[in-house]
């Protein structure tokens, strides 16, 4: 009896170390953890929120503003910085035109007699006027919600509407204040 209890525990401990070293031996996995990377290099996670990493794949921890310190912008998951921080007038998120417009690849022109923005980005042109709520996209007149504004001496855009009358794809988290474009 004794020696069939012993051969027992033996076999259940050889089962449990051979799939054990099966499940964690593998020097590749089949399965992509994207919390984690590929290749010893940072995740699109550890990115995003945590800046880039250098070349031995070390992510430089960068702060993460909390819930209600203001609005995080990312375009193509890289954050953008400002000259002046964006803000919320009128329900809209406002922004610097030029860092938004150099981190969409939009060529821009300014027209100091009439106050006229003109973006052209991949064929697509969109004009604002400073303090005038209709904006022409491809030569169609279209409503905004809040236009485009003088503050501080700092030429503020509205986020959402611009973006997306370039091309791009706008998300915003109402939680963290983080607007996501994706080009």
Same mark, same amino acid.
């Given at each position: 009896? =004794?020696?069939?209890? $012993? ?16 499940? &964690? ?21 550890? +990115?995003? &929120?945590?800046g880039d990493s250098d070349s031995a794949g070390t992510v430089t921890p960068q702060p993460t503003p ?7 912008? &990312?375009?193509? &998951? ?13 329900? =809209? ?7 938004? $417009?150099?981190?969409l690849n939009a060529e821009v022109t300014w027209d100091n007699s009439t106050k006229t923005i003109t973006?052209? =980005? ?9 303090? +005038?709520?209709?904006? @022409?996209?491809?030569? +169609? ?35 963290? @204040?983080?607007v996501t474009i994706n080009l």
């Amino acid at each position: 009896m =004794r020696l069939k209890v $012993m051969s027992g525990l033996f076999i259940s401990v050889a089962l449990f170390l051979a799939l054990t070293v099966g499940a &964690y031996g593998q020097s590749q996995s089949s399965v992509i953890d994207s919390t984690y990377g590929q290749n010893d290099q940072p995740s699109v996670i550890d +990115q995003v &929120y945590n800046g880039d990493s250098d070349s031995a794949g070390t992510v430089t921890p960068q702060p993460t503003p909390p819930i209600g310190s203001g609005i995080t912008v &990312y375009v193509n &998951y890289e954050p953008l910085t400002f000259d002046v921080s964006p803000s919320i007038i009128d329900g =809209r998120a406002m922004v610097p035109l030029q860092e938004i $417009m150099e981190a969409l690849n939009a060529e821009v022109t300014w027209d100091n007699s009439t106050k006229t923005i003109t973006a052209t =980005r991949e064929g697509t042109t969109v004009a604002l006027t400073i303090n +005038q709520a209709q904006a @022409k996209a491809n030569n +169609q007149v279209v409503a905004m919600d809040v236009p485009a504004q003088l503050i501080d001496e700092h030429t503020m855009v509205p986020l959402r509407f611009i973006s997306e009358s370039l091309g791009a794809k706008v998300n915003w988290d109402e939680t963290t @204040k983080v607007v996501t474009i994706n080009l």
